[in-house]
């Protein structure tokens, strides 16, 4: 079931892009996690080009994002204020990010910057979720308990001028801090696709000593409204985005994420925390390969 990407402008198997959208959907489910930073590296192992594949990758958060949102608005779980400061930076961010993936392009750097950070971004997470991970296996096959860390903001984020009340996040700190964070996941959105959940929910919790409750809900909120920017600015500039492809992931993602929620009812947390590690160094490996291996065949194009 061969179909036309128009801005990709290549065929592809439709079956195979809601197959991928299907795996990315699972380990949603499975994880926990926005599953966007999985995305763009297998649209680009199927042979999508990594500046489409990002753009796409990000519409297709925004899509998979709604439903999750608003059943975390009708929870009480998203902290209005916060989600705010940090859509403001979004913002700013992917304006930013857009001007870097205009240089990019012009330098005719852009597919390999995206490669190198995906190895980078997704090499280090996935050595401190293994650590993590594994760390709770064993404390799990010996009995021990894993102390619990104190809830506190760093102590760069208390040093901060001009504090501001966040009450549903229980924090009263400078929004300079939420800011900048969200400055960081705005550009990180706008180079690689990714919805930056995976980076969010750590940096809420651990540098702003944000309440567990309203960590997910507000970065879900976040994310959704900085992907939405992000798509409209790719749309606008770049031109990258492919709405066919996009169409595709959703589809094969929602189907996966349903599945793959209950499939993490039936696993201890423990042992998918290890698999999810797993998947993500299988990943950073792959594209590192493909960074580095040599093809048998080399062409080159040459204007007379």
């Known amino acids: 079931m061969d179909l036309y990407l128009p801005i990709a402008n290549l065929s592809v198997n439709a079956l195979v892009i809601i197959g991928l959208g299907g795996i990315v959907g699972l380990l949603s489910g499975m994880f926990g996690v926005g599953g966007g930073f999985l995305t763009t590296p297998l649209l680009i192992f199927y042979g999508i080009p990594p500046t489409v594949a990002a753009a796409s990758a990000a519409s297709q958060v925004t899509g998979a994002s709604v439903s999750g949102v608003f059943t975390h608005i009708s929870r009480g779980t998203v902290d209005f204020r916060m989600g705010g400061v940090l859509i403001a930076g979004g913002v700013v961010g992917a304006g930013l990010g857009v001007l870097i993936f205009r240089l990019l392009q012009y330098l005719g750097q852009i597919d390999t910057v995206i490669g190198i950070l995906y190895v980078l971004m997704l090499g280090g997470i996935g050595l401190l979720?293994?650590?993590?991970?594994?760390?709770?296996?064993?404390?799990?096959?010996?009995?021990?308990?894993?102390?619990?860390?104190?809830?506190?903001?760093?102590?760069?984020?208390?040093?901060?001028?001009?504090?501001?009340?966040?009450?549903?996040?229980?924090?009263?700190i400078s929004p300079l801090a939420p800011l900048l964070l969200g400055m960081a996941t705005g550009i990180m959105t706008m180079l690689l696709g990714v919805g930056g959940g995976f980076i969010l929910v750590p940096a809420m919790l651990y540098l702003l000593g944000m309440t567990t409750q309203s960590v997910v809900g507000t970065s879900l909120f976040q994310i959704l409204f900085v992907t939405m920017a992000t798509t409209m600015m790719h749309a606008m500039t770049t031109k990258a985005v492919d709405l066919v492809l996009a169409m595709l992931l959703l589809i094969g993602s929602v189907t996966g994420a349903q599945v793959g929620t209950r499939l993490s009812m039936t696993i201890r947390p423990e042992y998918l925390r290890v698999l999810l590690a797993l998947i993500v160094l299988l990943v950073a490996a792959r594209m590192a390969l493909g960074l580095g291996w040599r093809p048998d065949e080399i062409f080159t194009i040459e204007l007379s």
């Open 129 to 172: 979720m293994a650590k993590e991970s594994i760390q709770a296996l064993v404390a799990l096959k010996t009995g021990k308990r894993v102390q619990a860390r104190k809830r506190r903001h760093h102590p760069l984020v208390a040093a901060l001028p001009m504090r501001w009340r966040f009450y549903r996040s229980g924090l009263y």
